[in-house]
């Protein structure tokens, strides 16, 4: 397998450079002058290589067998000496020959070994000096060599499924962050997307604001991204040509071609080409859109955009590369994070880059005359017989077939499958906690103490200031050793120092065990009030939280131990550890509308918009209407920051009832009065009167809800009241 893998990476390299290296060729040469067969040349040498050298071995093309990468010193050796003479070079190449056509490669190497025996060549280095090709040294130096090139081998595939793997994240990444922007409310943008959206036959783009990103881009799914401070800045032509540009994009699929890119890339690392000519295709896109978006929405419009972006965005990774120093960092940490300016994310479709060919881009829109377009036909006809070309000079390469790969000396399943090793980690608040152990670990019936263990435990914890390490190793004989540290002086195991390891150990047994084999054990020993103490006992958050989700597993609880659960969820630190135990307190069964109020109340007191929000997506399906359950839900989307997190989380409620009474609809109401966009304002009144009874006050009400939308979210507002209200 390992040859089979090696043999395609060097066609690949191989075909790579032919085709790259041919088209750079003919671009210096000035034989391509059109953009668009420059791109269509750059496009199909890149993605070329990939299927020509995948595809060769299925041709009968010309292939050329190369030997053993590193063979054996002493016939290597034999063969240059013999090869001196014409006699010895023609015995040599037979056994070249022979090497690649027989069956039996042993007759040839014993051969090779008898004449290096017998007449072993040296190199001198002086009248009395001279060393072997066969000496120890250069056996060791061959061997490091060929461990290299084995590693190197090994490496390859691994680096590129990381690659792979990382582009994916990012992706995905990528699509998460769009979503979290909000809608672009801007009613002529709105529009010219529209428009233009209809002029390159796609469909209308979703349009998004974004405080992160200096320059306009494309996303997944159709959207646009748009920076809220560039479209500020500029007019309205010079809004529309940006918009336009981006477009464009979406009308030439850069996106998928973009992706499409970068995993070829990281598929052939190895490549230095590959770079060249992605910034190519890069650049070239760009061009194409800029021109498109000059036939739309005119050059000098699009270039003072283009223009104020690239100012933009140079501006941005200048700020990024002024804040690496210590006082910018505290300044940029300090800010919000909608405040902070990011990276333009490398998958993305951009309009302008802090290293853009800015002077290329607006010479080609002010000064040179638009291209004149073939016909889609005549494109089409192109582009099969550029591809049939490229594939034809592909094939006509030989191929490369290796003899033998070098192996890397190294039994990795030796190595991994004799340990099996432990870790863990916890950083709280400046409170570090460390362990690791090598195989298996017993402890006793309490979990306070080890009683045997395979090699070693090592424990350490940073707290105050102060560092506390031991060190619990098998001493052979069935029996423990232990050492103790403090601030890294040895110190002898004293009744303090005993205390912290049996802390410790709990912990460790915990980890090793799980919180649900602790939680069963208690109940066991105990019963609840024994759990709970056990709950209340840790001083560490996620640690409670665990405990507290491992007793809820067990099995159904009453209400008082569910409200003590609900005041040790409030009291946790950090908003995640709440939100995941308040969520387990939901999810364990319905709730009675007393232990509602309990976690509403617990909610209000979190200080996460998301978190917040979670916990009461999660609560809407089983939510009573009791009065007091409602105005407690009131006041915890009251807290909420942040429209899309209000928004969201009134909707759940609404979508989790099968219809809304008047009462629950006016206090709905009264959570949308807290809303400051349009958009997200109406979305929750469309998805209210979906439900809400044909009461006249209360539409009414609800009117009044809706009075400041704009003229388009109004319309959308009135429009969901026609079942409400029949002419």
Same mark, same amino acid.
């Given at each position: 397998m390992l040859e089979v893998l090696t043999g395609w990476l060097l066609n690949y390299l191989l075909h790579s450079t032919v085709l790259l290296g041919g088209v750079w060729l003919l671009e210096r040469a000035g034989w391509l002058t059109q953009r668009t067969w420059r791109e269509a040349f750059w496009r199909w040498a890149f993605f070329g290589a990939v299927l020509t050298a995948s595809a060769q071995p299925l041709t009968q093309a010309t292939r050329i067998v190369l030997p053993e990468l590193f063979p054996p010193l002493a016939p290597l050796a034999s063969a240059a000496h013999d090869a001196s003479t014409e006699e010895d070079a023609g015995a040599a190449t037979t056994s070249i020959t022979t090497l690649k056509a027989s069956d039996d490669a042993s007759q040839v190497e014993s051969a090779a070994l008898a004449s290096a025996t017998r007449d072993a060549p040296r190199l001198a280095q002086g009248p009395d000096h001279s060393i072997g090709l066969t000496d120890e040294a250069a056996e060791q130096r061959r061997e490091t060599v060929r461990d290299a090139t084995a590693a190197l081998l090994l490496a390859w595939p691994l680096v590129a499924l990381a690659g792979l793997a990382m582009t994916l994240l990012r992706w995905l990444a990528l699509r998460r #962050?769009? $979503?979290?922007? !909000?809608?672009?409310?801007?009613?002529?943008?709105?529009? +010219?997307? @529209?428009?233009? %959206?209809?002029? +390159?036959?796609?469909?209308?783009?979703?349009?998004?604001?974004?405080?992160?990103?200096?320059?306009?881009l494309v996303a997944p799914g159709g959207q646009i991204c748009l920076p809220a401070g560039l479209m500020r800045s500029l007019e309205g032509q010079q809004r529309v040509a940006v918009l336009a540009h981006e477009i464009a994009h979406l009308r030439r699929r850069d996106l998928a071609w973009r992706l499409a890119a970068r995993l070829v890339a990281q598929l052939g690392w190895l490549q230095p080409l590959n770079r060249l000519a992605m910034r190519r295709l890069d650049l070239l896109a760009e061009l194409a859109c800029d021109a498109w978006a000059a036939e739309e929405a005119g050059a000098m419009p699009l270039a003072q955009g283009l223009y104020v972006c690239a100012r933009d965005t140079a501006a941005a990774a200048n700020a990024a590369a002024a804040g690496a120093t210590s006082d910018s960092s505290t300044r940029q940490a300090r800010r919000p994070a909608r405040q902070r300016v990011r990276s333009m994310p490398v998958l993305a479709s951009a309009m302008a880059a802090a290293r853009s060919p800015l002077m290329a881009r607006m010479h080609a829109l002010l000064e040179e005359s638009p291209m004149s377009e073939s016909t889609p036909a005549r494109r089409r006809a192109g582009r099969i017989a550029l591809a049939a070309g490229l594939c034809a000079v592909? &094939? @006509?390469?030989?191929?490369? *077939?290796?003899?033998?790969?070098?192996?890397?000396?190294?039994?990795?399943? +030796?190595?991994?499958?004799?340990?099996?090793?432990?870790?863990?980690?916890?950083?709280?608040?400046?409170?570090?906690?460390?362990?690791?152990?090598?195989?298996?670990? *017993?402890?006793?019936?309490?979990?306070?103490?080890?009683v045997s263990l395979d090699k070693k435990l090592e424990i350490s914890e940073t707290l105050l200031g102060v560092t506390r390490r031991a060190v619990i190793a098998s001493d052979g004989k069935g029996g423990t050793t232990r050492r103790y540290w403090v601030d890294g002086d040895e110190k002898p195991l004293d009744a303090e120092g005993r205390k912290w390891l049996t802390g410790q150990i709990g912990l460790v047994a915990e980890v090793a065990h799980g919180s649900e084999y602790r939680a069963r054990r208690l109940l066991q020993r105990g019963g609840t009030a024994l759990v709970l103490a056990d709950i209340e006992r840790s001083p560490h958050a996620f640690v409670r939280r665990s405990r507290l989700e491992a007793l809820l597993s067990t099995g159904p609880q009453d209400d008082a131990t569910l409200s003590r659960l609900i005041a040790l969820s409030a009291k946790l630190d950090g908003d995640f550890e709440r939100r995941s135990a308040?969520?387990?307190?939901?999810?364990?069964? @319905?709730?009675?509308? %007393?232990?509602?109020?309990?976690? &509403?109340?617990?909610? +209000?007191?979190?200080?996460?918009?998301?978190?917040?929000?979670?916990? &009461?997506?999660?609560?809407?399906?089983?939510?009573?209407?009791? !009065?007091?359950? *409602?105005?407690?839900? #009131?006041?915890?989307?009251q807290g909420i920051e942040g429209d899309f997190e209000k928004r969201s989380a009134i909707t759940a409620l609404i979508e989790a009832q099968p219809a809304v009474d008047r009462d629950l609809a006016l206090?709905?109401?009264?959570?949308?009065?807290?809303?400051?966009?349009?958009?997200? $304002?109406?979305?929750?009144?469309?998805?209210?009167?979906?439900?809400?009874?044909?009461?006249?006050?209360?539409? !009414?009400?609800?009117r009044q809800s809706a009075r400041g939308l704009s003229t388009h979210e109004r319309g959308r507002v009135e429009e969901a009241l026609d079942h409400l209200t029949p002419t």
């Open positions: #962050q769009v $979503r979290a922007l !909000a809608l672009c409310e801007d009613a002529e943008l709105t529009q +010219a997307a @529209t428009e233009l %959206a209809r002029s +390159a036959g796609v469909a209308t783009p979703t349009l998004r604001l974004s405080a992160w990103w200096p320059s306009p592909a &094939l @006509t390469v030989p191929m490369l *077939v290796i003899g033998k790969v070098p192996r890397i000396s190294i039994d990795l399943g +030796a190595v991994l499958g004799e340990r099996q090793v432990t870790r863990f980690e916890n950083n709280e608040n400046g409170h570090v906690q460390r362990a690791s152990y090598d195989g298996d670990i *017993v402890f006793n019936d309490d979990e306070t103490d080890v308040l969520e387990a307190v939901i999810h364990h069964r @319905t709730l009675t509308p %007393a232990l509602q109020r309990e976690v &509403l109340t617990a909610t +209000a007191g979190m200080q996460g918009a998301f978190e917040r929000r979670e916990v &009461l997506e999660a609560l809407s399906p089983q939510m009573s209407r009791e !009065a007091t359950v *409602v105005s407690a839900w #009131q006041q915890a989307v206090s709905v109401l009264g959570a949308v009065d807290l809303i400051g966009g349009d958009f997200e $304002r109406a979305e929750v009144l469309v998805s209210l009167a979906e439900r809400m009874p044909p009461d006249a006050a209360l539409i !009414a009400r609800y």
